[in-house]
Nanobody, 127 residues
Framework: QVQSVESGGGLVQAGGSLRLSCASS????????MGWFRQARGKEREFVAA????????YYADFVRGRFTISRDNAKNTVYLEMNSLKPEDTAVYYC????????????????????WGKGTLVTVSS
């Protein structure tokens, strides 16, 4: 069974940085596009970033472009989200998920069609 586990969340001050990791076990997801989503309390889920199976193509929501970087290490079956210049509005639970397709794209905010959702990791940005 495939399991995705997010880690790296925590409490940081505005302007700080965090690196989130999404590690998959049980089966390699190296042939899948991967995405990051987030959901703040009282708000709907949002698409954050995605990456193609090879890492050659990346996709970002407008509100994180230039601040966040998605990457992957297929040898470690892990996807990362490097977050810089964090803002209080970035506070949310961040989730990773896999698309059985390879290419990746800008996904809908609800993440419909994504698979192997993790439990999420909480990022809290204080002002």
């Amino acid at each position: 069974q495939v399991q995705s586990v997010e880690s790296g969340g925590g409490l940081v001050q505005a302007g700080g940085s965090l690196r989130l990791s999404c590690a998959s076990s049980g089966r390699s997801l190296s042939n899948c596009a991967m995405g990051w989503f987030r959901q703040a309390r009282g708000k709907e889920r949002e698409f954050v970033a995605a990456i193609s199976w090879s890492g050659g193509s990346t996709y970002y929501a407008d509100f994180v472009r230039g601040r966040f970087t998605i990457s992957r290490d297929n040898a470690k079956n892990t996807v990362y989200l490097e977050m810089n210049s964090l803002k209080p509005e970035d506070t949310a639970v961040y989730y990773c998920a896999a698309d059985l397709a390879k290419s990746g794209r800008h996904y809908a905010n609800d993440g419909r069609g994504m698979n192997y959702w993790g439990k999420g990791t909480l990022v809290t940005v204080s002002s």
